[in-house]
Each structure stands twice: as structure tokens, then as C-alpha cells.
């Protein structure tokens, strides 16, 4: 089936770490996001690529880190340099051009540090 | 810049029955589009309903319509004949077409939650 996924579902970190959050998508997206939500609150963009070997800052990036390698994968480096970073973080990706241009979303990560 | 407003923190509806979801929209942008999404407590987030703002007819799918007024720049859910398990999160979105030098960056709102009582 095609989608979305995200890995892990869970992740506990040290303050101090950095972590990488995986997502894939098999449905021959050009573009993926990366957003981040708080509780109660709505989604905030972190970063996103249009293209492979390309991506630009969202809202939210000042602590973050991506790569774009591989049309399929997206991951999300949360490093130490971001002061708080337990959250819920959800990937999204979206096919170039179509009526809706509608973003689909994986099963999401949930960060706490510990 | 552009704003997406839902004013009902949380909303209680008996099962079978409709219910209405509001959200207020603030753009600039002349070609935008409005979308629904519905988080259970899963986490996922799962599209529902699109709005594009040149559309003449208000978007349905299946009991999802969306009652859209553009004068009034509200875009309101409506799920007809509820059922447990359209107990969630619902966000509001709004895309405008050059948001985000490109990006096609979606705006949220912070959501309502919906409790649907048996």
C-alpha cells in the first residue's frame, strides 16, 4: 500500500543529543514537510524540500537540520541547539501540481527528552 | 500573512446528529485553498475535505461538507450524522498560492475537539 511512514513512533533523548526522525513516503511525491505540534496547539512548519538535494526553512527551522537525498526520504535531525524540543513532529508530502495540492501525512513522532 | 481562526476549543454532539465546526480565514492572497483535517488520538492526521476559493459549489464528501462563504471568509465543517468514531481533532488549514515563496505551506488553526456522546 502506499503512504507514509515514520520511525520510530516513539523516541526518549538525553538533553545534549541529537536524534534523527525518519520518514518515507512510496507515493512518488515530489515534495515532503516536516512540521512540529505542541499540545493544544496546531501544526507549525519546520522545514521542507520540493526536490531532491533541495529544501528551505519553514517557521520554525532554528534547531533543526534535513536532508533530501533520495525522492522517497526526508529525515529530521533534532540537534542540541534546540531548546525544547519534546514534541509531537509529523511528515508530510504532496504531489507537484494537481487540483488540490493536498498534503498527506504520516503516523507522526512523539520527542521527549529526558 | 494568513490566519486561520477556530473559536470552539471543544464541541459535544449526540451521535446521529449533525454538527458544525467553525474556522475564520485572513489572507491577502486572491487564489487560496481551505482544508479539513481530522487527528484522532493516534496522532495521525488525516485529510478530509478541500475548499479551493474560485470553486462555486461547496465541497462534500461523503457526510464531510464544508460550508464555505467567502464574503464572510469562513470555511465551516459539517459532519452530518455523527458517529463514535468521529471523535478527534479537527484542524482547519488554509494554502495560499504563493505562500511560502512556493512552498505550498499550510496554515493551521489550533483545532476543536470533538466529543460525539452515544
Known amino acids: 500500500d502506499g503512504g507514509i511512514t515514520q520511525s520510530p513512533k516513539y523516541l526518549f533523548r538525553k538533553e545534549g543529543q541529537n536524534v534523527t526522525l525518519s520518514c518515507e513516503q512510496n507515493l512518488n511525491h515530489d515534495a515532503m514537510y516536516w512540521y512540529r505540534q505542541d499540545p493544544g496547539q496546531g501544526l507549525r512548519l519546520i522545514y521542507y524540500s520540493q526536490i531532491v538535494n533541495d529544501f528551505q526553512k519553514g517557521d520554525i527551522a532554528e534547531g533543526y537540520s534535513v536532508s533530501r537525498e533520495k525522492k522517497e526520504s526526508f529525515p529530521l535531525t533534532v540537534t542540541s541547539a534546540q531548546k525544547n524540543p519534546t514534541a509531537f513532529y509529523l511528515c508530510?508530502?504532496?504531489?507537484?501540481?494537481?487540483?488540490?495540492?493536498?498534503?498527506?501525512f504520516g503516523p507522526g513522532t512523539r520527542l521527549t527528552v529526558l | 500573512a494568513q490566519k486561520i481562526t477556530q473559536t470552539q476549543p471543544g464541541m459535544f454532539v449526540q451521535e446521529k446528529e449533525a454538527v458544525t465546526l467553525d474556522c475564520t480565514y485572513d489572507?491577502?492572497?486572491?487564489?487560496?485553498?481551505l482544508f479539513w483535517y481530522k487527528q484522532p488520538s493516534s496522532g495521525e492526521m488525516i485529510f478530509l475535505i478541500y475548499?479551493?476559493?474560485?470553486?462555486?459549489q461547496n465541497a462534500t464528501e461523503g457526510r464531510y461538507s464544508l460550508n464555505f462563504q467567502k464574503a464572510r471568509k469562513s470555511a465551516n465543517l459539517v459532519i452530518s450524522a455523527s458517529q463514535l468514531g468521529d471523535s478527534a481533532m479537527y484542524f482547519c488549514?488554509?494554502?495560499?498560492?504563493?505562500?511560502?515563496?512556493?512552498?505550498?505551506?499550510?496554515?493551521f488553526g489550533k483545532g476543536t475537539k470533538l466529543s460525539v456522546i452515544p
Open positions: 489572507t491577502s492572497d486572491q487564489s487560496y485553498g
Open positions: 508530510a508530502s504532496r504531489a507537484r501540481g494537481g487540483l488540490t495540492d493536498t498534503q498527506y
Open positions: 488549514a488554509m494554502r495560499g498560492l504563493y505562500s511560502g515563496a512556493g512552498s505550498y505551506q499550510l496554515t
Open positions: 475548499q479551493g476559493s474560485y470553486d462555486e
